[in-house]
């Protein structure tokens, strides 16, 4: 593996790391204001159970996040961009 390659995988997995753990920080601080505009409602409302949905789904997201990081960093480490990028 050429220097060039080495340089450019620790730039992408860096990158990946960078997307993974903003993205999360997004989906907490929405979850937090979600929760926020919910503290103000009556719990048997529907806003309030639509808040507590979306809450819900915002803090799901974040596994997902980073399983797909995990295999974006597989992906980083097999070198499969800088296979594809020699055609």
């Known amino acids: 593996m050429r220097p060039e390659?080495?340089?450019?995988?620790?730039?992408?997995?860096?990158?990946?790391l960078w997307g993974a753990v903003s993205s999360?920080?997004?989906?907490?601080?929405a979850a937090l204001?979600?929760?926020?505009?919910?503290?103000?409602l009556d719990p048997a409302g529907l806003t309030a159970?639509?808040?507590?949905?979306?809450i819900v789904f915002e803090v799901?997201?974040?596994l997902p996040i980073w399983i797909n990081l995990?295999?974006?960093?597989?992906e980083i480490k097999g070198g499969e961009e800088d296979a594809a990028a020699q055609y």
């Not at 390659?5 to 990946?16: D, F, G, H, I, V």
């Not at 999360?24 to 601080?29: D, I, L, N, P, Q």
């Not at 159970?49 to 979306?54: G, M, R, Y």
Request: net charge positive; proline share 0%; charged share 25%.
């Open 5 to 16: 390659n080495t340089e450019a995988q620790a730039l992408r997995r860096k990158n990946a």
């Open 24 to 29: 999360t920080a997004v989906r907490v601080v």
């Open 33 to 40: 204001v979600l929760l926020w505009l919910r503290a103000g």
């Open 49 to 54: 159970k639509l808040l507590a949905l979306l």
């Open 60 to 62: 799901g997201t974040i």
């Open 70 to 74: 995990k295999t974006r960093l597989k």
